[in-house]
């Protein structure tokens, strides 16, 4: 039987807040078992490029990365963000490294080709080296992964976060038992939009399925479910939709086959 | 026998411009056997900085690091430049990590003690995980070290980067049989700073010692040849001063016991 694994995606908002980073790091630190955590950090990257000028331009949801902005995000994304929380778990007793897709060459990706928009330096996930990242887990390091991949000609590419969890857990689920955690500002998919205690414990696909006929789960919760029960059929045991402060209890959305 | 392994410290100005950065990945790259690199970057420091509002002040060389700066540093020296060279090596057959002193816990250290002057978060280093390293060299990844270090209490820290390569090649020499390569601006130590092709060919304690009462070594150059005794002192084989660019050439200033 595989060993438990326990990805997980925290956004920017967590991790950019001294309060809610340091507890994160406490939760983080105290969840037993191996464990991964991606993190965001896209306030910071809007915050600094707006200190140094730059205008930050967003297209649904995705930031268009100029070269420019990509320099930000390099110096936010794998500087800022990444060595503090490392620093920070290291504080807490957890072995973590931090690590960019161009590192150990764990995630290589192609710039997304132009449709109709131009996103830039931006990489859509190719291949993710879990091999790697095994070896690593096996010796008791926690990788903390920061939302940048490379091309494998030079060039670091601006990676969405949520993606970077979702591969990584798939690339990880030949190893281990995957469970893949996305935070969020709910406490899980909600069957209200209006009531926060209205949570839905388990989706399945015949449930999902039902649930956006019914348009009770519509909206940016349609193509997030989507990834997670592609990450099911690629082997991920189970998808949690959470609170970042709840990642240690039995709480949220539970995505099963 | 132990076998060969080179760290090779290479200052910000080589790593900053594009064309410089690509010959030395080219060098470094074409370097046969274990190698690590360890970078600066105070010059891209300087220069975000002041696109920050944040103004540099520096004494003896030193960056005062006051909160601010550390933000600036950690971006720029673990992020923009780090994970620039760690892609660009990738992209040449290197199978580079970035790593700060904080990424598996490679190098402690502590805050410097105030006496004459607060040097803010600077980071004195306390000590290397040269097994770490080994572990990860002996697996063929390629350690490139920033010049952030951490304190085991989640604060990073600023840490001068022949401090890094020096301590770094002292712990790795219970392991290999290293060499230790400081890159400079000129070919190596002069014995007239008139005349670039002056170089000593070969430094020994006596000859430092008599260079040094004849006047012909001085200034900045003492202390970064006691710091290459020191190295030898504990284990290293030999230590070489020479240009960037001349990096797999025997060429340069060899200090040796």
């Known amino acids: 039987m595989k060993e438990k694994l326990t990805v997980i995606k925290v956004g920017g908002k967590i991790v950019e807040e001294p ?23 896209g306030r910071s990257a809007t915050r600094i490029a707006s200190q140094l000028g730059i205008e930050s331009q967003m297209v649904n949801g ?8 990509l320099k930000v995000v390099t110096m936010v994304y794998g500087g800022l963000v990444n060595k503090n929380i490392v620093a ?15 590192d150990m060459n764990v995630i290589r990706s192609v710039k997304r ?4 928009i131009d996103y830039g330096y931006v990489g859509d996930v190719e291949k993710v080296d879990g091999k790697a990242l ?3 887990i096996h010796r008791q390091i926690v990788p903390v992964m ?18 970077i969890a979702g591969e990584t857990a ?20 909600l069957r209200d939009e209006n009531d926060d205690d209205s949570v839905i414990p388990v989706l399945t696909p015949d449930l999902f ?30 998808v949690v939709i959470t609170l970042a402060s709840a990642i240690h209890k039995d709480s949220g959305t539970i995505i099963r086959k």
């Open 19 to 41: 309060d809610t980073l340091n507890q994160l790091l406490d939760d983080f630190s105290s969840l037993s078992g191996y464990k991964v955590l991606v993190h965001g950090g």
């Open 62 to 69: 995705r930031r268009i990365t100029d070269a420019e902005t």
């Open 88 to 102: 920070g778990l290291q504080a807490k007793g957890v072995n973590a490294v931090g690590l960019t897709g161009a």
């Open 113 to 116: 080709p132009v449709k109709d």
């Open 134 to 136: 095994a070896d690593l």
């Open 146 to 163: 920061a939302p940048l991949t490379h091309d494998g000609n030079g060039n670091l590419l601006n990676t969405n976060a949520d993606t």
């Open 170 to 189: 798939k690339a990880l689920a030949e190893y281990f038992d995957v469970t893949l955690v996305y935070c969020f500002e709910k406490k899980g998919v």
């Open 209 to 238: 399925k039902q649930y956006v006929e019914e348009g009770i789960v519509q909206g940016g919760m349609i193509p997030k479910l989507e990834n997670s029960f592609s990450a099911l059929d690629a082997g991920v045991s189970q």
